[in-house]
């Protein structure tokens, strides 16, 4: 699943494709937000991303249905 983060005062957001479940992913971002420490998750490849917890505006979660290449014919 690929989770994009909004960052306050950023212009773009960040990108992290996991396997965590959203519900997890949330779970882990109300914990910091309680504690007012940083909110971390690491993707597949065991990179981290690390965003103040109250500087993230939103969470966007997207399941990976894989990406389409080439041409086809529809029918």
């Known amino acids: ?3 994009k983060i909004g960052v306050q005062n950023a212009s773009r ?3 992290v494709e996991t ?3 959203p519900e997890e992913v949330l779970g882990e971002l109300n914990a ?3 504690k007012e420490t940083v909110f971390s998750l690491s993707d597949a490849k065991g990179r981290t991303v690390a965003v103040p917890a109250d500087k993230v505006a939103y969470l966007y979660f997207t399941s990976d249905t894989g990406r389409k290449v080439g041409f086809g014919i529809g029918g």
């Open 1 to 3: 699943m690929e989770v």
């Open 13 to 15: 957001e960040l990108s």
């Open 19 to 21: 396997d965590a479940a």
């Open 32 to 34: 910091a937000i309680e």
